[in-house]
Structure formats: C-alpha cells, structure tokens
C-alpha cells in the first residue's frame, strides 16, 4: 500500500484558529497523534490520514461544522506548494488552468485527487480525499473545495460563485459559511464532491505576469507523473473513483482511462500483488462507508451510485465486505459522532 505523506503547510494557521474558537489546539493534536511542533513548522511531513483526523477533531473540539472553511479564510494556494503553483499559473485560460492542476495535483499532494468531468454544462471540478483509511474527510475536502473558489474567484472577479456545488455531506446546521464561501447554490447530501464552472468561466483568461518560469520544474513534475504511474494499485483506484458514478468503472474503461490495454494493466497489478477486482471492490467499500456515515442519502440510492444491480446485492456486499448490514453501520456511525 502507498504511503501517502503531506508537509505541515496543510496546517497553516489551524493553531491560531482553534484558539481563536475557544480549543485546546494541543488537545487535538494529541488526539490526531501529530506532534504539536508541527503546528508551527511548515515542512513537518506528516501521514495524510493523521492531517484528516486532525482536522475531523478539529471541528469537534471547536463545534464549528465549517471549520474547513474557516480554515481556508486564513490560508491561500500557496499552501499547496508553490512548485505546483508555479506549474499550474503558466495557463491562459481558467480551463487550462484546471486542466493542468488536476493533471499535476496527485504528484505534489499525495493522496488527494482532482479530476474533470466535461458536459453540456460546462465541467465539474470533483475533489476527493483518497488516503483516508475509513477517517471522515468532510472538514478536508471542504477546505480544498474553498481554496480552490478563493482562487477561481481572485482569477475571475469578487462576486464570482459556482454554478452549482456538490458536497456529499449532511446538510450543516448553518449554511451562513457555505454561502459566504460558495455562493447560494450550495447542494448537500450529494453523489460527490465538486464545483460545476460555466463555460464562461472555463474560457476566461488568465492575464496574471508571473516573473519567471520554471521549466526544469515541468520537467520533475512530468518525470515524477510517470513515476507515480507505475504504481499500477494507486493509478487504477484513481481511475476507478473517477469513471465508478459515471460508467460503473469496467476494467475496459479504467485500462483506456490510463491509456493501456486490459491485458497490460491486468499483467501490471499483478506484478504489483493485486488485481483489478480486489481495487475495485475495496474503492466501492470505501465510497459506501462514506456514503453511510456521511449523508442521508437511501440505501437504494448508494446502491445505484456505486453500480450496483439492486439494494439486495448491494447490502450482501457490504455485508461480506464489512462484517455488518448497512444500516447496522450507519446506526453505528450516528452514535460515533
């Protein structure tokens, strides 16, 4: 399994915010076994799932819902690395803009997962938390989710708001930071985690002058891209999270998505001790914990979203997968927070 590591940039200014909302910021460091020095040093590296447990006891500590939120009001893109902002700001349009982080975003923060989905619409920019390990990501994935608006809006004009944006998590007992954030056309309770952009948007120029360029730094990126693509397990559960709504993610779909034969990437997970359907499987497990323990979404419906046949298949599934029915987990999982 890979072992996904993200500097103690990611925490900028949580220290400070929690003690400005009344939290012991030590306190939830301890809980997320992090040690404290990393609160105040940016290039600590740290396990992602601990950083997501962080931020989770963060918000419990503080009672804040929209604790990413606020979090992403203190910090800017540039927690992201500037590496990746040096890449990413050589784009002219917004949409190339895009393209290009989520081209890149995997390399420079390991286990998360920006991709595109183009339609009639325009595109919607899904954000997911991957390395997560059963850890809610609700506070992780709202955070980026807002970084990313900051941006679009700084590129765009100050009034500027998605179309539309799509979280996957229960509706919040405030949406007073949700509208600040991201506009009115805020969606809860969602088959995913995203923003729909216009096509308007998409082809908005980028006119900021950057001084210099760092095509040495293009060069690492791409070199480090197909480092990471011959981690065939890691690649395959990004395509799998990526066509599973849309497709139902078949092994001809996932293969084409990374622009190899079925027969490579079969031959490829197995050098690498694993296969298609065990990725596949565990991808869907992970995505119905979330489902359950995050939204208020039927049984039916996650059912459908993760390509099942029926509500019956589906809980067999996650019964065999998990040890439980599904609403035994969901019950379970009201009691945990």
Same mark, same amino acid.
């Given at each position: 399994m890979d072992t996904h590591l993200i500097r103690s940039m990611c925490l900028y200014g949580a220290r400070e915010l929690i003690a400005d909302l009344h939290g012991d910021p030590w306190r939830v460091a301890h809980g997320a076994s992090i040690a404290s020095q990393s609160l105040d040093q940016l290039d600590v590296l740290l396990p992602v799932p601990k950083v997501v447990h962080f931020l989770e006891l963060a918000a419990r500590e503080t009672g804040r819902e929209d604790f990413g939120l606020l979090l992403a009001q203190k910090q800017g893109m540039g927690v992201l690395g500037s590496a990746l902002l040096d890449i990413v700001s050589e784009a002219?349009?917004?949409?190339?803009?895009? !393209?290009? @982080?989520?081209?890149?975003?995997?390399?420079?923060?390991?286990?998360? /997962?920006?991709?595109? !989905?183009?339609? !009639?619409l325009g595109m919607t920019v899904h954000y997911e938390v991957t390395a997560t390990a059963g850890i809610d990501e609700t506070q992780s994935v709202h955070l980026g989710l807002a970084l990313l608006a900051r941006k679009l809006r700084s590129a765009l004009y100050p009034q500027w708001s998605p179309e539309r944006v799509m979280l996957r998590c229960r509706e919040p007992h405030s949406r007073a930071s949700y509208t600040r954030i991201f506009g009115q056309n805020v969606f809860f309770n969602q088959e995913c985690n995203g923003m729909l952009l216009s096509h308007h948007v998409l082809t908005h120029p980028l006119n900021e002058k950057q001084p210099f360029s760092r095509p040495a730094l293009l060069d690492y990126l791409r070199e480090n891209q197909q480092r990471r693509n011959r981690s065939p397990a890691s690649a395959t559960e990004d395509s799998?999270?990526?066509?599973?709504?849309?497709?139902?993610?078949?092994?001809?779909?996932?293969? @084409?998505?990374? /622009?190899?034969?079925?027969?490579?990437?079969?031959?490829?997970?197995?050098?690498?001790?694993?296969?298609?359907?065990?990725?596949?499987?565990?991808?869907? @497990? &992970? @995505?119905?914990?979330?489902?359950?323990?995050?939204? &208020?979404?039927?049984?039916s419906q996650i059912a459908e979203v993760l390509g099942f046949s029926s509500l019956s298949a589906f809980s067999r599934f996650f019964h065999n997968a998990q040890g439980c029915a599904p609403k035994a987990y969901r019950a379970q999982a009201a009691v945990n927070r």
């Amino acid at each position: 399994m890979d072992t996904h590591l993200i500097r103690s940039m990611c925490l900028y200014g949580a220290r400070e915010l929690i003690a400005d909302l009344h939290g012991d910021p030590w306190r939830v460091a301890h809980g997320a076994s992090i040690a404290s020095q990393s609160l105040d040093q940016l290039d600590v590296l740290l396990p992602v799932p601990k950083v997501v447990h962080f931020l989770e006891l963060a918000a419990r500590e503080t009672g804040r819902e929209d604790f990413g939120l606020l979090l992403a009001q203190k910090q800017g893109m540039g927690v992201l690395g500037s590496a990746l902002l040096d890449i990413v700001s050589e784009a002219t349009t917004v949409g190339d803009w895009l !393209e290009r @982080l989520s081209r890149y975003f995997h390399v420079l923060m390991s286990g998360a /997962l920006v991709h595109l !989905e183009q339609h !009639e619409l325009g595109m919607t920019v899904h954000y997911e938390v991957t390395a997560t390990a059963g850890i809610d990501e609700t506070q992780s994935v709202h955070l980026g989710l807002a970084l990313l608006a900051r941006k679009l809006r700084s590129a765009l004009y100050p009034q500027w708001s998605p179309e539309r944006v799509m979280l996957r998590c229960r509706e919040p007992h405030s949406r007073a930071s949700y509208t600040r954030i991201f506009g009115q056309n805020v969606f809860f309770n969602q088959e995913c985690n995203g923003m729909l952009l216009s096509h308007h948007v998409l082809t908005h120029p980028l006119n900021e002058k950057q001084p210099f360029s760092r095509p040495a730094l293009l060069d690492y990126l791409r070199e480090n891209q197909q480092r990471r693509n011959r981690s065939p397990a890691s690649a395959t559960e990004d395509s799998v999270r990526k066509l599973l709504s849309s497709s139902g993610a078949p092994l001809d779909a996932v293969a @084409l998505n990374q /622009l190899q034969s079925r027969r490579t990437l079969q031959r490829r997970l197995a050098g690498s001790g694993t296969t298609f359907q065990a990725i596949k499987q565990q991808t869907k @497990l &992970d @995505l119905a914990r979330k489902y359950l323990s995050q939204t &208020d979404l039927k049984l039916s419906q996650i059912a459908e979203v993760l390509g099942f046949s029926s509500l019956s298949a589906f809980s067999r599934f996650f019964h065999n997968a998990q040890g439980c029915a599904p609403k035994a987990y969901r019950a379970q999982a009201a009691v945990n927070r």
